[in-house]
C-alpha cells in the first residue's frame, strides 16, 4: 500500500529539475532508459518506487529497484542507468539529501545500546538494501506535507530526522552512521576524497594523503578501496575526465586545453583515456553534447 501512494505522490509531484518545495527532498521522474552516464552521486538517500537503476562505481555494480533504496555516504563518481523506464511507466524515485550535522546530533541523543556499534574499518560508500515498512511510511508521510504548505516548516523536520534514524539503525546503519562520526574511518578517508575533488589537476604523493587522513599507507590504500571501489589514482583519474566533459560542453574546440586544465599534460593520454571511459575521443563528444544536453545520472535522476 505505501508503494502505492508514494507512486502516486512522487507523480504529482515530480519537476523537471528535481526539486521539491521542501529543502533536500528530491523526486525523480524519467520516462526513457537513455545510456549510461556519468555523475557524482552527492550524499544521499534514494528510494525507488517505479522502474529500476543500475549504478556503477569502480569496480561495483548497484542494481536497486521498486521498494529499495541506495545510500551514498561519499559524492562519488558513478556512471548510472535507468534500466526500466517509458512514458507508459516512468521510473520514479524520492530522494533525501544527507547531511553529517543531522546524523551527528542524532547519535548524541540516542541512549546508549540504542545503536548499533560501528566496526573500526570503513564502510562501503555506497549501498543497497529493501525499504522496510517504516522507512517507507515515513518517507510517504514527508512528501505528504507538499499536498500541505501550512505544515512543512513545523513537520518536515520532524519527518526527515523519523527517516535519518530509521537509516542509522537499519540494515546499513553503519555506511549512514559514519556521516556523523568525526573519527570514522569514512570521515578520514572524506578528507582525502575532498582534497582530491579540490585539487583534481595536481599529482600527489599516496603517502601525503594517507598522512593528511590519519593512516598508514596500508590502512589508507585498504579504507579508500572499501569506501569508493578504487584506487586514489583511479578516483583521480574519474574526477578528471568527468570534469573534462563538463568543460568541453561549453569549450568544444579546445580539445587540448581542458585536457591540460585538468591535469594531462599529454593529449594522447587524455584522448586515450576519454575515449576508454565516455565510449568516444574527446572531439567527438564534445560534438556531441552540443547537440543533446542530459540531465544527471546520479543516484536519483
Not at 508514494?6 to 528530491?26: E, N, Q, S
Not at 533504496?69 to 517509458?86: H, M, R
Request: proline residues 8%; aromatic residues 6%.
Amino acid at each position: 500500500m505505501c508503494l502505492e501512494e508514494l507512486r502516486a505522490l512522487l507523480a504529482r509531484h515530480a519537476r523537471p529539475d528535481g526539486t521539491t518545495a521542501i529543502d533536500g527532498v528530491l523526486v525523480s521522474k524519467v520516462d526513457r532508459s537513455d545510456p549510461p552516464a556519468p555523475s557524482m552521486s552527492g550524499t544521499v538517500l534514494a528510494v525507488i518506487a517505479q522502474g529500476a537503476k543500475r549504478l556503477a562505481l569502480g569496480d561495483r555494480i548497484f542494481e536497486y529497484g521498486a521498494g529499495q533504496y541506495l545510500v551514498a555516504s561519499v559524492d562519488l563518481p558513478v556512471t548510472g542507468q535507468f534500466t526500466k523506464a517509458d512514458p507508459e511507466r516512468p521510473a520514479l524515485g524520492f530522494g533525501l539529501v544527507l547531511e553529517p550535522s543531522a546524523v551527528a546530533e542524532l547519535l548524541l541523543r540516542a541512549a546508549p545500546g540504542d545503536t548499533p556499534p560501528t566496526g573500526g574499518g570503513a564502510a562501503p560508500g555506497i549501498v543497497v538494501t529493501d525499504a522496510p515498512a517504516p522507512l517507507l511510511d515515513a518517507v510517504v508521510r514527508l512528501l505528504r506535507l507538499l499536498d500541505e504548505p501550512r505544515d512543512q516548516a513545523v513537520l518536515a523536520p520532524l519527518v526527515k530526522r523519523e527517516i535519518l534514524w530509521r537509516l542509522i539503525t537499519g540494515e546499513q546503519g553503519a555506511t549512514v552512521r559514519q556521516l556523523g562520526l568525526a573519527d570514522s574511518g569514512l570521515s578520514h578517508i572524506s578528507r582525502a576524497v575532498r582534497w582530491i575533488r579540490e585539487h583534481y589537476a595536481r599529482p600527489f604523493r599516496v603517502e601525503d594523503l594517507a598522512r593528511l587522513s590519519g593512516m598508514s599507507v596500508s590502512a589508507f590504500y585498504r579504507n579508500f578501496h572499501a569506501v569508493t571501489a578504487m584506487s586514489p589514482i583511479q578516483f583521480q583519474k574519474q574526477i578528471r575526465l568527468q570534469e573534462a566533459r563538463l568543460q568541453l560542453a561549453t569549450h568544444p574546440g579546445d580539445v587540448i586545453g581542458v585536457g591540460h586544465r585538468v591535469g594531462y599534460d599529454n593529449p594522447s593520454q587524455f584522448s586515450r583515456e576519454y575515449r576508454r571511459q565516455f565510449g568516444v575521443p574527446p572531439s567527438q563528444d564534445a560534438a556531441r553534447l552540443r547537440q543533446s544536453v542530459r540531465g544527471p545520472a546520479g543516484v536519483l535522476s
